[in-house]
């Protein structure tokens, strides 16, 4: 299969280094303390935040004097268009798992102790590079929660078709069976908090891949940043007003 | 710009499934053309102002046009390049290779994601008309965004889509109306002819089809088929021509798990070989009748050329007919079903090469010459064309593609395509050969080349700190091979141990160290499956800095290797056996005269010597035990040249002289395959690629029992071990007598070929000629695809490499076999047509006298074999047609073919006086004449 023609197109007209087009917004759940919907095409993830508020239960404390950060990822019924079960599937779970030490890493956690941040992250559609998607929203409704971080936690995914790095893989590419490797970093703080790779790569291909998946997360962190001081200008207009 | 595109699609399951794609609409696509202001010129390939854009089915059926150099200038849209892959890849290729050909004017525009000219599927409009009005949505585009600069035109067959164009203002036209506006009349030649749906009102007239006659049946409808196939009374299979009788095809049917025998044209009814074809089965009582009427109504025309003696069962002609002849009994032989092709489900149509029937020239020049082509394919039906240009063709050797087939005429209507050279021309017959045996002789594209490691190349520190690598650079290894043999895939090492045993190592060139699944480089290794020798031309299999320097055994150089290393007892008993990557440094690279001169040198004791000739002792107690099990040491002649390195014309030839050194280097290396077979499936029962030699049947031994029966040989064929016996045994009062039985008896046995071990059961893993129950082929990886994909399994039954996805998808394994078995015989086939070649021209200026064995003997004479060249023919006692005309008949117990008055006879496996000459019946089609002296 030809992911990427001769004139260098993708089958959905993208270039190589290309990311999809991103839509963001915060406060679309007015019940939590953060919330936010982050679009990479037609990967759509909406994330919630609760919290920091009092510890429930207390055996999830490992650190006494550090917040507990919780999180809970699922996946609409409805958005693969595929019909399936399994809510606690092991994907989910694994995926829970990974997001949460994610942000778990950039979350001033030391600031608030006996404390715990509920992080709920449900995909409404689903066309690859949900993982990033997932993140990314949870680093904006983390922001829009008003918890202080170290950074915005965001990232990216890349991947190697037809011997060609490719940028934020969709469905259709992420399928192909080739190398997938999402990368998150703390783009200030110029450092990687997630790395995962479901396939082998050699070593010279896997650093392109990595570069090019580090350059999208620092586009992202750019949107990102764009959109909650658009957000915060909006505040500010609000109160005035 | 993004739009979203909604489809429905089915999913696996069945069900339908809406799917929403998204489509990045660009402004970064550029016109391609020089001559444009507003673009990004540097991408930019049109340099003429006369553009034209072709629709799909131009591409499709007029690519051989499209391929020459008058064409140019052209816009290929991606609409049209997406419509051209899913209809047939091998257009595609072809179209894609001339976009990429800086020499030549076609270029790619995107319109499926140019802002402009991106259009959206409406209600109920179809995919064609989709497509038809992408097509003239980018065409106007053109003609606007270029404007007065440039005139764009565009070419399409399509009546109703050209009738839209002119409608919406644009130019378009015919591709008969623009081939005729070059002002090139030869170019018309190579527009395929219209196929019967296409021909209109006018063309209609001169075909008259109420007025032909009907010479075969219909094909029934697609949905008839299905049905058919369905309710089994139609049987699907590919069609194989036999190679020796054109008139006469097999298909394997899996619904009735046997060949379905097709006798006649009428009855393969159009179909080529290769076609998939739907087959209806005659009532029984035909399937006897319709054999000897076939062969009644049509000439069947013998074979007659003087060739190579054949190698085995597949490269002799079947002599299906002759049990029958014998026993007179219509019910001895075994029935077998025969049927009609009543549809063809895929064509396998491709061009063939060949030449145009000899014909006078038509009165006045210039015209259309309806002319007959002859392909070199015997089982390629000749094929008719239109040319403006006969006279320059008649003397050529000319590639044609065939276009369609209807019931009104004897033979399928084609087109010319292009000229290889002049008929009998080296360069000219020695493409012809690798173009009839489909063998890819083009240069590696980039994307191939882009694979391979920067040059120059040596050993990295990585590779030798490599833990699974083990350093055996200290080692003597050496190779033994042909003199000049630059592909240097195997090298040996033999160590004597402080426990008088010896460590014996081949070491084979790490080949996957640079051929990675998946990648270019691998794809066209395994589409070419091997490298092809031909006598003064190798065509790679490996792009050269692999094949002769990276991967090659070369003296005096580091080189990776994958060995295999044993300790084995002065008595050549394997103790152990173990599996390495490795890196090694050749110390020499001997040619066999050279290796054998130092053993038999009694004055050279060098360690390198004292190597070989503990190898070679070694190797001679292996091929003892060998043989001892049963495997045939069967003879088959090898022919060699010598070639004049001035006009490269063959100044000498003779049979190839097989060394101890040869044998001492074949028995190493059957080893290693032997131990690599087991390793490999052991540790992946299923999905193992071996090589197994099936047991001939007596059936057909049956040429070889005749004929020693005739001069009172009995031979014992229960086991491959009898046969051996008897064929030791067989001793006569010339030297030659042994040779000769084992000639004959090697040409009954059918090829080795590869197979996936999971396709079959294990006894029938077993190795006939090598009598052993397990084989493959681990030892040339430079020049054997099969060798490259058992490297990976060795590899991963280590556990160095995980084992590629491809050895997961059984269905994809077999075809991976299939592609081998058919691309190793193709290039045999070729390497015995360029020797062939060779033979004809060394002869035409030598006529000679020889001596020669008959080995069958015919109704009208006897075909003789002749050792010193290797090659066989036919001698004709009586003229060609004649039949034996009374002044000869055939003792057929005996073999022997007996004057009436009985003063003279000539019996099978007789020695006689021939004279060998090059004649030319017709002009331009020299052949090589065997007289009786
Ligand atoms: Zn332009």
Redesign the interface.
């Known amino acids: 299969m030809e992911y990427v023609?001769?004139?260098g197109?993708r089958?959905?007209?993208?270039r190589f280094n290309?990311m999809?087009?991103i839509v963001a917004e915060v406060g679309v759940v007015s019940k939590a303390d953060g919330s936010a919907v982050f679009e990479m095409?037609?990967t759509k993830v909406i994330a919630a935040v609760y919290g920091p508020r009092e510890i429930q239960n207390k055996s999830q404390q490992k650190k006494n004097d550090h917040a507990v950060v919780l999180c809970e990822y699922s996946m609409a019924q409805f958005s693969t268009?595929?019909r399936r079960r399994q809510k606690f599937d092991r994907r989910s779970t694994e995926l829970s798992l990974v997001i949460r030490q994610t942000m778990e890493a950039c979350i001033l956690t030391e600031l608030m102790p006996h404390s715990q941040i509920d992080i709920f992250l449900q995909v409404l559609q689903a066309d690859g590079g949900t993982r990033s998607a997932c993140i990314n929203a949870a680093t904006l409704a983390l922001a829009d929660a008003g918890i202080p971080m170290r950074d915005l936690a965001v990232s990216c995914s890349a991947g190697y078709l037809n011997?060609t790095p490719l940028l934020d893989l969709?469905y259709?590419e992420d399928s192909a069976?080739g190398a997938d490797v999402t990368v998150g970093i703390l783009p200030k703080l110029d450092k990687v908090s997630l790395l995962q790779m479901d396939a082998?790569l050699?070593m010279e291909t896997f650093e392109t891949v990595f570069a090019l998946a580090s350059e999208g997360c620092k586009a992202i962190a750019e949107r990102i940043r764009e959109v909650l001081q658009e957000n915060t200008k909006q505040l500010e207009y609000r109160r005035a007003a | 710009m993004?739009q979203s595109k909604v489809f429905n699609k089915k999913?696996r399951g069945g069900r339908i499934?809406?799917?929403?794609?998204?489509?990045?609409?660009?402004d970064d696509i550029y016109c391609g053309a020089f001559s444009c202001k507003s673009c990004d010129s540097s991408a930019a390939r049109l340099s003429s102002s006369k553009i034209i854009v072709v629709d799909t089915n131009v591409v499709l059926h007029q690519i051989d046009l499209l391929e020459n150099k008058a064409i140019d200038t052209v816009v290929v849209l991606?609409v049209v390049?997406d419509e051209v892959k899913n209809r047939n890849r091998s257009v595609y290729n072809r179209i894609?290779l001339l976009?990429?050909n800086p020499a030549r004017q076609f270029y790619?525009f995107?319109n499926?994601?140019h802002k402009d000219t991106y259009v959206q599927a409406m209600e109920k409009e179809s995919a064609n008309d989709h497509n038809d009005r992408a097509i003239r949505v980018a065409t106007l585009w053109y003609q606007k965004h270029l404007g007065d600069t440039s005139q764009v035109l565009l070419v399409t067959n399509d009546r109703e889509n050209k009738r839209k164009a002119t409608e919406e203002g644009i130019s378009a036209e015919t591709i008969e109306a623009y081939v005729k506006s070059l002002g090139q009349p030869e170019l018309l030649d190579l527009l395929a002819q219209p196929t019967n749906e296409d021909i209109t009102m006018e063309d209609a007239d001169d075909s008259r089809p109420s007025k032909r006659k009907l010479i075969y049946q219909e094909h029934k409808p697609m949905s008839e088929i299905t049905a058919g196939l369905h309710r089994g009374i139609y049987h699907q299979g590919k069609l194989r021509v036999n190679r020796f009788n054109p008139y006469e095809a097999y298909v394997g049917s899996e619904s009735i798990g046997e060949e379905i025998i097709i006798y006649g044209r009428s009855n393969m009814n159009r179909a080529f070989d290769g076609d998939i074809v739907a087959v209806e089965l005659l009532p029984r009582d035909q399937w006897q009748d319709e054999k000897a009427l076939s062969i009644a109504e049509e000439d069947d025309e013998e074979d007659d050329t003087v060739h190579l003696a054949p190698d085995n069962v597949d490269d002799a002609p079947r002599t299906s007919n002759l049990s029958h002849e014998t026993s007179g009994d219509k019910n001895a032989a075994p029935v077998r079903p025969s049927g009609r092709v009543v549809g063809v489900i895929r064509r396998n149509w491709h061009s063939y090469c060949g030449s145009l029937e000899p014909m006078s020239l038509p009165a006045g020049s210039g015209g259309t010459a309806h002319a007959l082509f002859v392909s070199k394919d015997r089982r390629i039906p000749k094929i008719r064309i239109n040319t403006r240009q006969l006279q320059n063709l008649l003397d050529m050797r000319i590639v044609v593609a065939v276009d369609s087939w209807d019931r009104q005429s004897r033979y399928p209507s084609g087109h010319y395509v292009r000229p290889i050279g002049k008929i009998g021309d080296k360069e000219t017959e020695t493409e012809v050969v690798l173009i009839e045996n489909d063998v890819d002789y083009s240069p590696f594209s980039s994307?191939v080349l882009?694979?391979l490691p920067p040059l120059p190349w040596s050993v990295s520190s990585e590779d030798v700190s490599n833990p699974v690598r083990q350093d055996l650079r200290h080692l003597l290894v050496f190779s033994v091979d042909p003199p000049g043999c630059k592909d240097i895939d195997d090298a040996l090492h033999c160590t004597s141990l402080p426990n008088g045993n010896f460590e014996l190592g081949v070491h084979i060139a790490d080949v996957t160290n640079f051929v990675?699944p998946g990648?270019?480089l691998d794809d066209e290794a395994s589409k070419r499956g091997t490298s092809v020798y031909l006598v003064e031309r190798r065509i790679d299999m490996l792009p050269k800095p692999l094949t002769e320097d990276i991967c090659s055994l070369r003296a005096d150089v580091e080189r990776l290797a994958f060995s295999v290393i044993w300790e084995m007892s002065p008595d050549a008993e394997i103790i152990s056996t173990r599996f390495t990557k490795s890196i090694i440094k050749s110390s020499a690279a001997l040619s066999y005269i050279e290796a054998q001169a130092r053993m038999d040198d009694s004055r050279l004791t060098d360690s390198l010597t004292t190597d070989l000739r503990n190898m070679n002792t070694l190797a001679k107690i292996m091929r003892q035990r060998r043989i001892d099990r049963g495997a045939l040491t069967l003879a088959s002649a090898e022919v060699k040249f010598d070639i004049d390195p001035e006009n490269h014309d063959p100044l000498n030839i003779g049979m190839y002289q097989i060394l101890e050194a040869n044998q001492m280097v074949e028995e190493f290396m059957l080893a290693a395959n032997v131990s690599v077979a087991g390793q490999i499936l052991k540790l992946f029962p299923s999905c193992s690629l071996l090589r197994r030699h099936p047991t001939p049947t007596r059936e057909m031994l049956e040429p070889l029992l005749r004929t020693a029966a005739a001069i009172g040989l009995t031979l014992d064929v229960s086991s491959s071990k009898a046969l051996a016996d008897s064929l030791d045994r067989a001793v006569g009062e010339d030297p030659y007598f042994n040779k000769l039985i084992r000639i004959l008896a090697t040409r009954c046995m059918t090829q080795a070929v590869y197979f996936c071990s999971g396709d079959l059961s294990p006894p029938e893993y077993h190795h006939y000629g090598l009598a052993a129950p397990l084989y493959t082929h681990f030892t040339s990886p430079i020049r054997r695809y099969a060798d490259v994909f058992v490297h990976r399994l060795l590899a991963a039954s280590l556990g160095i490499y995980?084992l590629p996805?491809v050895f997961q998808d059984r269905p994809q394994l077999t075809s991976v076999a299939d592609n081998l078995n058919y691309r190793h015989r193709n290039a045999q086939m070729a390497g015995r047509a360029s020797v062939e070649l060779y033979v004809l021209i060394y002869f035409r200026t030598r006529p000679t006298d020889e001596e020669a064995r008959v080995v069958k003997i015919r109704s009208n004479g006897f075909i003789v074999f002749v050792p010193k060249y290797g090659i066989e023919g036919p001698v004709y006692l009586t003229g060609k047609g004649e039949k034996g005309a009374g002044d000869w008949y055939v003792d057929e117990e005996k073999q022997k073919i007996v004057k009436m008055d009985g003063s003279l006879s000539y019996s099978v496996l007789q020695t006689v006086k021939i004279h060998m000459e090059v004649v030319e019946p017709q002009p331009n089609r020299p052949k090589l004449q065997l007289t009786l002296l």
């Open positions: 023609n001769p004139e197109l089958l959905d007209g993208r290309e999809r087009q095409g037609n268009g595929d011997s969709n259709v069976g082998k050699p | 993004l999913t499934q809406k799917q929403v794609r998204e489509v990045y609409l660009r991606s390049l894609r976009c990429s790619v995107s499926h994601v994307q882009a694979c990675h990648t270019p995980k996805t």
